[in-house]
């Protein structure tokens, strides 16, 4: 029942080894957002929060009945969130350690992830469903049904807009918050076990059971012009006993065909790029339409003044001395 800290600056382990007040299993661990506190849920259901700094037990948390399976805290040190196999999400004051609310899932969260920024936490339950709560109203606003064996773990996009899912039935499903649907979806050879987005939203990283290695994905809604449809779960049943939705991991050379596929959208590109610029039919003359380019063809313009600035040449330019 130890939880070790690690430097990275020297890549090594911390001053500091914490250990667990009654001994029970360490199942669940977390960092406040000032690096200052590590949060410690235990198999007994209580949760220790820790001083980094000086290895000090900091004050209890006291409620769940049965083993904590995640703990957050949010960007001001205010709350402090966790879930346990007793089928509840509590919040509590992080200066009192008393609980403030208590919200009774409908099954057993087994993994939870949570988005700061948009104050939403994703539970993946026991019953194969992604349960979203919103930690302001203390409601599930959504649930995302459809994987036919347990959940392996989620991630929430850089912008909060989407969930990603994976489960053992060896599907990943991309569930879009503000309708509620699933969006896209793919199954992989081997079973996903962890997933992770990067912080622009460029790449999905996936880890599998079978595999030592991290696989990447491309976000195509970064480089080019993807329709988010809805698509119906017992469609995705339909097709999973036959193989033409089974996509093959990709390597260090790509998946097969992406260069000629690659050439091809190039090619159209620069046909499409090659002509005068029109500009759109505008719905009013007092509205203003937006750009329906990826966000990749506009972004640096935000920053044009600091790339023009970084590319500049150190010193003028000179003649090349004459040959004698």
């Keep these: 029942p130890y939880a070790y800290t690690w430097s990275t600056e020297r890549k090594a382990l911390g001053k500091f080894t914490l250990h667990s007040p009654d001994d029970s299993e360490i199942s669940a661990v977390a960092i406040s957002a000032c690096g ?6 235990l198999a007994s259901g209580v949760i220790e929060m820790v001083n980094v700094q000086s290895g000090l037990s900091r004050r209890l948390f006291t409620g769940h009945t049965k083993s904590v399976t995640g703990v957050h805290a949010d960007a ?3 709350r402090v969130y966790s ?20 919200v009774q899932l409908q099954a ?24 979203v709560v919103d930690i302001e109203s203390f409601r599930v606003v959504r649930k995302f049904s459809g994987h036919r064996n347990r959940i392996t773990d989620i991630a929430f996009s850089h912008d909060g807009r989407w969930v990603v899912s994976c489960a053992l039935d060896r599907t990943i499903r991309t569930w879009d918050l503000p309708t509620g649907h699933m969006v896209d979806w793919f199954r992989v050879e081997s079973v996903p076990v962890s997933l992770a987005f990067s912080p622009t939203g460029d790449f999905l990283a996936t880890a599998h059971m079978d595999s030592v290695g991290i696989y990447l994905w491309a976000n195509r809604t970064q480089f080019t012009e993807v329709t988010l449809r809805q698509i119906s779960p017992d469609s995705v049943d339909s097709s999973s006993l036959s193989t033409e939705g089974l996509v093959a991991l990709p390597t260090s050379a790509g998946l097969v065909g992406d260069d000629a596929a690659g050439d091809a959208d190039l090619d159209a590109a620069d046909e499409k790029d090659a002509g005068v610029y029109v500009v759109p039919e505008q719905l009013t003359d007092d509205m203003v339409t937006l750009s329906s380019q990826p966000r990749s063809r506009w972004q640096t313009l935000l920053n044009l003044s600091t790339i023009k600035k970084r590319n500049a040449p150190e010193r003028a330019p000179r003649a090349p001395e004459q040959a004698p």
Aim: glycine share 12%; proline share 2%; aromatic share 8%.
């Design 108 to 131: 057993t969260p087994s993994r939870t992830v949570m988005h700061n920024e948009s104050g939403l936490i994703a539970c993946a339950c026991d019953d194969a469903t992604v349960r």
């Design 76 to 78: 001001c040190n205010h």
């Design 36 to 41: 200052n506190f590590g949060f410690l849920g």
């Design 83 to 102: 879930a346990s196999l007793d089928g509840t999400l509590r919040v509590w004051d992080f200066g009192t350690g008393a609980q403030v609310h208590s």
